[in-house]
């Protein structure tokens, strides 16, 4: 047994083209004691398209929990293993964090091997703003669920990103339509890197109309961006809690000295406080 621990390598594998590669990652795969992957059978593909013949052991969704303490002791023991997906980068909705979990806890270095991914290279072609965004893995299964799960983000602010399966794509998006406007901006980029691959960006209503209408729209595997909502900020008010707090300094201090600790206490602008500073004191004359 080595007195040294090995190495986890999360190893990125391409999502479709077997060019997207990275050198030192056929290098790190060639070089450590074991492959972990979610499908032995589909990473053997990869592998012998690059001349590799590590052995390999399946660490998927079901049964990584248990794989994952049998992996750890090897690691352990100083042998080197590569944790792989089906395609792209480990753990992003893909299996993985328990291992990478239990391999931080137990003191053994993570090494990234970065690479393809779906959800960046969707985002670097939408054409939508990228210098924020919110990554929601994949969206829910159920009609209703996914109603809930569109009406929480409709005025999210910075665009969001979800991945969807070919046989709810159309599901999907005709659930969006009930409660998005069918404005929206909207990216639907399908089969990423492969033959097929396509990236429209339409009005969320354009968009389900395409894929109602084209067949090969509703094939393959889907990254689905959302522009974010457009916030009128003339139509901003303060909240209740916000207004009782300004109303408290506005008792005991001048206007100006009011705003200037509301602005402090509530991260609320400026502008919008003394308007509504102004409005509380027009109304206390009133009375």
């Known amino acids: 047994m080595s007195n ?8 990125a594998t391409p999502i479709g083209n077997l060019g997207d590669i990275s050198f030192r990652a056929i290098e790190i795969l060639k070089q450590v004691d074991l492959i972990a992957a979610e499908d032995t059978r589909h990473i053997k593909m990869l592998l012998q398209h690059y001349g590799i013949g590590n052995k390999l052991v ?5 049964n990584e929990d248990k794989a994952s303490e049998g992996l750890l002791e090897k690691l352990r023991e100083g042998l080197s293993i590569a ?5 792209g980068t480990p753990l992003l909705s893909d299996p993985g964090m328990p291992m990478v ?22 985002l670097s072609a939408a054409g939508l703003p990228v210098t924020q965004f919110v990554f929601e893995g994949f969206s829910p299964r159920t009609s209703s669920a996914r109603k809930a799960f569109f009406s929480e983000r409709l005025t999210c602010p910075i665009t969001w990103v979800f991945y969807e399966s070919s046989h ?23 089969e990423l890197t492969k033959l097929h691959e396509t990236i429209v960006k339409a009005s969320l209503g354009e968009a389900l109309k395409l894929v109602e209408e084209d067949a090969n729209m509703r094939k393959g595997e889907f990254v689905v961006i959302v522009d974010g909502a457009v ?27 009011a705003v200037s600790m509301a602005v402090e ?21 009133g009375r």
């Open 265 to 285: 206490i509530t991260g609320v602008r400026k502008k919008l406080l003394y308007q509504a500073a102004l409005d509380i004191e027009k109304a206390k004359q």
């Open 101 to 122: 979990k239990m391999a931080k806890e137990a003191g053994i270095e993570v090494v990234p091997v970065p690479g393809a991914c779906a959800l960046i290279a969707a």
């Open 231 to 257: 916030i009128d900020k003339k139509e901003q008010v303060l909240t209740p809690e916000q207004e009782k707090i300004l109303s408290v300094l506005l008792s005991e201090c001048s206007i100006k000295t």
């Open 168 to 190: 709810r794509i159309l599901d999907s998006l005709q659930d969006m339509a009930e409660v998005l406007p069918l404005d929206r901006q909207v990216v639907i980029a399908r």
């Open 4 to 11: 040294e621990c090995g190495k986890l390598y999360v190893v």
């Open 58 to 62: 399946s660490l998927h969704q079901h």
């Open 83 to 87: 944790l792989v997906s089906d395609a």
